[in-house]
């Protein structure tokens, strides 16, 4: 099996692209060393997949959230993922927008790395992108909304809930995916018209300007399209 010792020890690769008139650079640094997910990841994932991976993040999060513009997006210049032996599966730093992701979890994982590797990827964009409230917005819905995004890229693992279950709305990642591609159903657009919503504040009532029933009201309806 052939190893890249440069990239076991810290590769730091940049990449500057284009879109629009808007340059993202992205960074890729490995920190995992040789651990057994800093290994997998040199072999199975590498360099290449990483940068193009978080590249196409990006231009789907663009279309997913209606973020044709510069003016519509946040002023991000540089995303940097950093692979790391530390805890979880992964965590986005917004202060910075460092996307560090476990090798421990993927070096661990028993099913398809590179495609799991991705799905992570598109979720903790999906954060570098998406508006937060002005820091009100619920957690589970802002991780319902990064979930959202990797549910529509046909990334979903399979070990998330089915649609209908879940006990809350708001109860985040997989479960409020599944409810908000319920409600981006009864509107096309519903979450990219959402986001563009959070941009500067939130109300639960912004469920009822575009939906035209309370978030509770469309949680009991959801559930009973799915007989729970």
């Known amino acids: 099996m052939a190893y890249y010792p440069v990239f076991l020890l810290s590769l730091l690769v940049v990449v500057a692209t284009l879109h629009g008139i808007h340059a993202v650079e992205y960074i890729v640094t490995n920190n995992a060393?040789?651990?057994?997910?800093?290994?997998?990841?040199?072999?199975?994932?590498g360099v290449e997949y990483s940068r193009e991976a978080l590249t196409s993040a990006s231009d789907f999060i663009w279309s997913i959230f209606q973020q044709n513009t510069d003016a519509d997006?946040?002023?991000?210049?540089q995303v940097t993922l950093i692979?790391?032996?530390?805890?979880?599966v992964a965590f986005t730093n917004l202060n910075n927008n460092e996307i560090h992701v476990n090798a421990n979890y993927l070096g661990d994982y028993?099913?398809?790395?590179?495609?799991?590797?991705?799905g992570v990827i598109y979720h903790e964009m999906a954060h570098v992108w998406q508006w937060f409230g002005d820091q009100n917005t619920p957690g589970g819905l802002t991780e319902g909304i990064a979930d959202f995004v990797r549910l529509k890229a046909d990334l979903a693992p399979s070990h998330w809930v089915q649609p209908g279950q879940g006990d809350r709305w708001d109860q985040g990642y997989d479960v409020t995916a599944r409810f908000l591609d319920y409600c981006n159903s009864l509107r096309d657009g519903f979450v990219?018209?959402?986001n563009k919503k959070m941009?500067?504040?939130y109300s639960a009532d912004f469920f009822v300007d575009l939906l035209g029933k309370t978030v509770d009201q469309l949680w009991s309806d959801y559930k009973a399209q799915y007989g729970n």
């Open 83 to 88: 692979i790391e032996n530390g805890e979880g």
């Open 192 to 194: 990219a018209e959402l």
């Open 110 to 118: 028993s099913g398809d790395v590179k495609r799991e590797f991705r």
């Open 199 to 201: 941009r500067t504040g």
């Open 73 to 77: 997006r946040k002023d991000v210049q």
């Open 33 to 45: 060393g040789s651990s057994a997910g800093g290994i997998r990841c040199t072999n199975e994932i």
